[in-house]
């Protein structure tokens, strides 16, 4: 599976974006696609996953992110409202099918190459 991550950008506080993920294979839809996001200097965090068996999203967007699929295009969207400065990080898409729950980084093994989201107050 290949993953390319798209969508980032710069946006005042309040302010949305979209990010899409297009995945390839026949199969993608029957994976468990994530997103985490990276800010400088801190680890990498989950921020909501979307399978056949959940969607789950993070406390800290929950309410504000929403993600979907599409199966038919092969991708997965994640749709940010009321975006704040603590957002700002690098976003990177991933995909696994060991687990369709998981929200551990290291249970994916499929990863897109990351897009820059920067929330200016």
């Known amino acids: 599976v290949q993953l390319q991550a798209s969508g980032g950008g710069l946006v005042q506080a309040g302010g949305s974006l979209r990010l899409s993920c297009a995945g390839s294979?026949?199969?993608?839809?029957?994976?468990?696609v994530a997103w985490f996001r990276q800010a400088p200097g801190k680890e990498r965090e989950f921020v909501t996953l979307?399978?056949?068996?959940?969607?789950i999203y993070a406390a800290s967007v929950k309410g504000r992110f929403t993600t979907s699929r599409d199966n038919a295009k092969n991708t997965v969207d994640l749709q940010m409202n009321s975006l704040k400065p603590e957002d700002t990080a690098v976003y990177y898409c991933?995909?696994?099918?060991?687990?369709?729950?998981?929200?551990?980084?290291?249970?994916?093994?499929?990863w897109g190459q990351g897009t820059l989201v920067t929330v200016s107050s």
């Open positions: 991933a995909a696994t099918v060991r687990s369709l729950r998981t929200t551990t980084s290291t249970a994916y093994n499929y």
């Open positions: 294979g026949r199969t993608f839809s029957s994976y468990a």
């Open positions: 979307i399978s056949p068996a959940a969607t």
